[in-house]
């Protein structure tokens, strides 16, 4: 059974940091990628960073500089170092995992696996 489970998230005022957590277990052997997604109320799910078990790193163009995605060498546990953060970057934050390529960030549909989300406020 695959299980996703995040950590870290809080509520921290504007510039601060947080660092999320994904412990993963249960994935397929052929489980290539690992990414965090955010979604805000009323707004569409959005990829924000991903990591390939080959180390390749993408990110959104609205956390370029300011977040920094990571991975254990056994690849169970991802992490996403959260910097200088906005209040528009709270939101929901959900670990998620897909056979293939990271290319698919951008569309949520792609990912096969997903945790229960941790929340992330940023207060001005």
């Known amino acids: 059974q695959v299980q996703l489970v995040e950590s870290g998230g809080g509520s921290v005022q504007a510039g601060g940091s947080l660092r999320l957590s994904c412990a993963a277990s249960?994935?397929?052997?052929?489980?290539?990628?690992m990414g965090w997604f955010r979604q805000a109320p009323g707004k569409e799910r959005e990829g924000v960073a991903a990591?390939?078990?080959?180390?390749?790193?993408y990110y959104a163009d609205s956390v370029k500089g300011r977040f920094t995605i990571s991975q254990d060498n056994d690849q169970k546990t991802v992490y996403l170092e959260t910097d200088s953060l906005k209040p528009e970057d709270s939101a929901m934050y959900y670990c998620a995992a897909r056979r293939g390529g990271c290319w698919y960030l951008g569309d949520h549909n792609k990912w096969t696996y997903w945790g229960q989300g941790t929340q992330v406020t940023v207060s001005s």
């Open positions: 990591i390939s078990t080959g180390s390749s790193k």
């Open positions: 249960g994935l397929p052997d052929s489980t290539n990628c």
